[in-house]
């Protein structure tokens, strides 16, 4: 059965580091694996998504993530973090034919200024 | 607008009643999914389907039902609430497919207190 793993469960950084959130990933073929991030109250935004090709993805708000298949893992990245980007990062697979869209436990980001 | 409606966005029952939270999407959609998500937690998939007439259970199941009679409309039941089902439902639709264009949708959510 697929499953993410997400080892931090809270990260804080200062305003202008840089960033890296880690998931790793347990799948039998190649996955589609995505990054959310969710403000407090609120749903879900898509940041990026992994499919094939190319294993740097960029999304939005500045983020970008690396695919490695041989560590099985999706790092999310950002080389300058806003106070704004304070929230919470959720990593998912999923698979065309597996039909389920799995989430890990998830990230909480602190920021100071 | 295209997108999920979630209704209602909030509720409140009592231990033993029960309720449906309604889920729709308007993009034709084949995969739809339920999640709910405890303070603090991830999102974990109650019950998924894969198109009409089509459900599944995911990782937590035990105490909903769900029912896909249409395309759009993906309905989770709560029969017998209890309070360890208090908790934030999010419905999701993915049309799943070939090459890097998945459009996918979340709702808002269902902020459901049991008490």
């Known amino acids: 059965a697929q499953s993410v793993t997400q080892p931090d469960i809270h990260i804080t950084v200062s305003e202008g580091a840089s960033l890296e959130l880690r998931c790793n990933y347990s799948y039998g073929a190649t996955p589609y694996l995505f990054w959310y991030v969710q403000s407090p109250g609120q749903g879900l935004q898509l940041l990026l998504k992994y499919f094939s090709g190319d294993t740097l993805v960029q999304g939005i708000k500045g983020f970008e993530a690396e695919f490695k298949r041989s560590q099985s893992s999706f790092n999310l990245r950002k080389p300058s973090v806003h106070w704004s980007d304070a929230a919470e990062y959720f990593c998912a697979v999923g698979a065309q034919g597996y039909n389920k869209l799995i989430f890990g436990a998830g990230t909480r980001l602190a920021v100071h200024p | 607008n295209a997108g999920v409606t979630q209704t209602p966005k909030f509720r409140i029952l009592k231990i033993g009643q029960s309720m449906t939270l309604q889920c729709t999407q308007d993009?034709?959609?084949?995969?739809m999914y339920w999640y709910r998500q405890d303070p603090g937690m991830g999102l974990k998939l109650i019950y998924y389907?894969?198109?009409?007439?089509i459900t599944d259970k995911g990782e937590v199941p035990n105490g909903y039902n769900v029912s896909r009679s249409t395309t759009e409309d993906f309905p989770l039941r709560l029969e017998l609430a209890a309070p360890s089902q208090t908790s934030v439902y999010f419905c999701a639709s993915i049309s799943w497919g070939a090459g890097s264009n998945q459009p996918q949708h979340f709702g808002d959510g269902t902020r459901l207190s049991i008490l």
């Open positions: 993009m034709n959609h084949n995969y």
């Open positions: 389907s894969v198109g009409a007439g």
